[in-house]
């Protein structure tokens, strides 16, 4: 990974941060993204001591926040030329109903329209760096879940564990669109499944679901083996040039059927694209799915 440039957001704990710690042993220059400027801070000095790199940075940033994410792009775009690898990796669940600073449904802000977001924002620099790659973290929790555009943020019925499903669905539906927006760029794009983590994820929540979470992640898996499928893809050579797949363990498996729905992915992207504010970008930035 030597002289290559990764960016990752929620790189400060869990599978984000043993993600970083890996790829910056392997020598990649590595930016951080989180909302916390404390934690930034204590995980770059930290990796820089444990392997020695120095291409450490971070970017402070609420990406729940459609203009925190504008200006995280911003900020990278000002102190970085490439871009190699972006892995999209932030997130949470919110069990009680929440909205953003845009109006948005926490879930659907943070987990899908960061993504969504923040990777049209930088699909020029990926494209002048590649081959490059996309790596969006989802999960099988998608399974069972659907899309409805008629309440598609849940303001009508809201459940937390459907509104996570349905966010990871999206960023399925948004892969493997991106993926064939992208074709013949050099950049591909894929999704994966890290397994159930051990981690701080959930515990935003109050009790009894802190409770709840602490006690289901004793059966879970340790950050570092969670993170070994997305630093296989942004660093082995196997996957150079594989695109529009979801990998479990390694390994690109099929996904259910709605998934591989385009009109629905497409539908997605549309609404997306008008809620971020991207119209004025395409397709320059967003693509144009019938050429492809």
Same mark, same amino acid.
């Given at each position: 990974?030597?002289?290559?440039?990764?960016?990752?957001?929620?790189?400060? +704990?869990?599978?984000?941060?043993?993600?970083?710690?890996?790829?910056?042993?392997?020598?990649?220059?590595?930016?951080?993204?989180?909302?916390?400027?404390?934690?930034?801070?204590?995980?770059?000095?930290?990796?820089?001591?444990?392997?020695?790199?120095?291409?450490?940075?971070?970017?402070?940033?609420?990406?729940?926040?459609?203009?925190?994410?504008?200006?995280?792009?911003?900020?990278?775009?000002?102190?970085?030329?490439?871009?190699?690898?972006?892995?999209?990796?932030?997130?949470?669940? !919110?069990?009680?109903?929440?909205? +953003?600073?845009?109006?948005?449904?926490?879930?659907?802000?943070?987990?899908?329209? +960061?993504? #969504?977001?923040?990777?049209?924002?930088?699909?020029?620099?990926?494209?002048?760096?590649?081959?490059?790659?996309?790596?969006?973290?989802?999960?099988?929790?998608y399974r069972g879940a659907?899309?409805? #555009?008629?309440?598609?943020?849940?303001?009508?019925?809201?459940?937390? #564990?459907?509104?996570?499903?349905?966010?990871?669905?999206?960023?399925?539906? !948004?892969?493997?669109?991106l993926a064939r927006r992208?074709?013949?760029?050099?950049?591909?794009?894929?999704?994966?499944?890290?397994?159930?983590?051990?981690?701080? #994820?959930?515990?935003?929540?109050?009790?009894?679901?802190?409770?709840?979470?602490?006690?289901?992640?004793?059966?879970?898996?340790?950050?570092?083996?969670?993170?070994?499928?997305?630093?296989?893809?942004? +660093?082995?050579?196997?996957?150079?040039?594989?695109?529009?797949?979801?990998?479990?363990?390694?390994?690109?498996?099929?996904?259910?059927?709605?998934?591989?729905?385009?009109?629905?992915?497409?539908?997605?992207?549309?609404?997306?694209?008008?809620?971020?504010?991207?119209?004025?970008?395409?397709?320059?930035?967003?693509?144009?799915?019938?050429?492809?």
């Amino acid at each position: 990974m030597h002289g290559k440039t990764v960016m990752i957001t929620g790189g400060t +704990s869990g599978i984000g941060a043993a993600t970083a710690r890996a790829l910056a042993g392997m020598g990649a220059a590595v930016v951080i993204v989180s909302r916390s400027e404390a934690r930034c801070k204590a995980v770059v000095e930290q990796l820089r001591a444990e392997t020695g790199n120095d291409q450490l940075d971070y970017i402070v940033a609420d990406l729940s926040s459609l203009e925190a994410v504008r200006t995280a792009a911003e900020r990278f775009r000002n102190r970085h030329d490439r871009l190699d690898v972006l892995i999209n990796n932030a997130g949470g669940i !919110f069990m009680s109903r929440q909205v +953003s600073v845009d109006g948005l449904e926490m879930t659907f802000a943070l987990n899908h329209m +960061s993504y #969504f977001l923040l990777t049209n924002l930088l699909l020029d620099v990926l494209q002048a760096s590649a081959p490059a790659r996309v790596i969006n973290v989802s999960s099988n929790a998608y399974r069972g879940a659907t899309l409805d #555009f008629d309440d598609l943020q849940m303001a009508r019925r809201y459940s937390g #564990f459907a509104a996570y499903a349905r966010s990871k669905l999206m960023n399925i539906l !948004f892969t493997y669109e991106l993926a064939r927006r992208l074709a013949g760029t050099g950049v591909t794009a894929n999704a994966l499944h890290p397994g159930f983590v051990a981690s701080n #994820f959930g515990l935003n929540n109050g009790q009894p679901w802190k409770a709840l979470i602490r006690l289901t992640q004793r059966f879970g898996i340790s950050p570092d083996v969670g993170a070994r499928t997305p630093i296989y893809l942004a +660093s082995s050579p196997e996957v150079e040039g594989v695109t529009g797949q979801y990998f479990v363990r390694n390994r690109a498996v099929q996904t259910a059927p709605i998934t591989y729905d385009r009109a629905l992915a497409t539908r997605l992207w549309e609404v997306s694209a008008a809620l971020a504010g991207l119209q004025e970008h395409a397709p320059e930035l967003i693509g144009d799915a019938r050429a492809v």
